[in-house]
């Protein structure tokens, strides 16, 4: 395997495009010479943000796409008439072997259009999940589905538990990973109809360590390795930790701050506090992957800053490298087999 990993970044998409995008890709091609980036988008615009760096990296190019697909836009409609926009242009280069992989804070619509129509998904694939890795009490978690199918089937979540097992195993080293479904309770009698349905599935699966239901309350504890769930509660779990994390902090800092009391408290707790809120600070793990495509999509959240696309950048080296594709084809192949026999 060629160790070059070409990695093309959507450089128009996000809130903080093209500015925090291209100094994110600046950061990861700085030093390494297992990377290359290709910044897809307005040339012009590109380049005048590259002028502003220090230096630039030599390993980082610029591929000119005249058009750009807005948040609000209808994803489906937007991929079929743009097709010289920064997300289908990059989707190109990884279906047409040009780069390993695609990378974008953009409409998160388009790109999972894109994904399934452009890249295409793996044999025996129904639905790729986004599934995003989470920080907990025991270390990370990997959520999914994150948003990508809000409406699933019993059969989908087996396969995203099967994927999600592969990915945590090969790329955290996570030996033998916990399984868990999300439910409203951990007797198996209760949830929903999809969830009800599910359980037994997930029990009989051979391929994965299956433990039960989790409730979202014991997600921050780490309580299981890979949580399956539908996108619609998925995105909400998701969203509530984000915001829960982003409000917690703004009161311990107001707290610290409010006498000099505190203000001499946190002085004294200040490096303990900063190294405990670094393992919790989900940016250091990238994007969300959608698993189950012929070549990797990585999405990262619309209001992405340097340090998030950095490492969504870098974590697509470890995908490649662990040939993440290739083990999910081959785990998922002998339950398409049974299918047809």
Known sequence: MDSLTRVAVDAMGGDNAPGEIVKGAAAACSGRNDIEVILVGRQEMIEAELKKLPSVPENIRVENASEVIEMAESPVNAVRKKKDSSIVKGMNMVRRGEADAFVSAGN??????????????????????????????EGVMLLLDCGASVDSKPSHLVQYAMMGSVY?????????????????????????????ETFPLLRECKDINFTGSIEARDIPAGGCDVAVCEGFTGNVVLKMYEGTA?????????????SLRSK????????ALKQTLKTYDASQYGGAP????????????????????????????????????????????????????
């Not at 999972?112 to 907990?136: C, D, H, K, N, Y």
């Not at 080293?173 to 009698?189: H, L, Y």
């Not at 974590?315 to 299918?339: G, H, M, T, W, Y």
């Open 108 to 137: 998160s619509g388009a790109v999972l259009v894109g994904g399934q129509i452009i890249v295409g998904r793996l044999p025996g694939i129904e639905r790729p999940p986004f599934a995003s890795l989470i920080p907990t009490r």
């Open 168 to 196: 945590m195993e090969k790329v955290l080293g996570v030996k033998n990973p916990r399984v868990g479904i999300v439910n409203i309770g951990a007797e198996e009698e209760k949830g929903n109809a999809l969830v009800k």
């Open 246 to 258: 982003t409000v917690l902090l703004s009161a311990v800092k107001e707290g610290l701050m409010s």
């Open 264 to 271: 001499i408290g946190a002085w004294l707790i200040k490096p």
């Open 290 to 341: 959608m698993l189950g495509l012929k070549g990797l999509v990585v999405k990262t959240h619309g209001s992405s800053k340097a340090v998030e696309v950095e490492h969504s950048i870098i974590q697509c080296v470890q995908f490649r490298e662990q040939r993440i594709n290739e083990l999910i084809s081959e785990k998922l192949r002998p339950a398409q087999e049974d299918k047809t026999e």
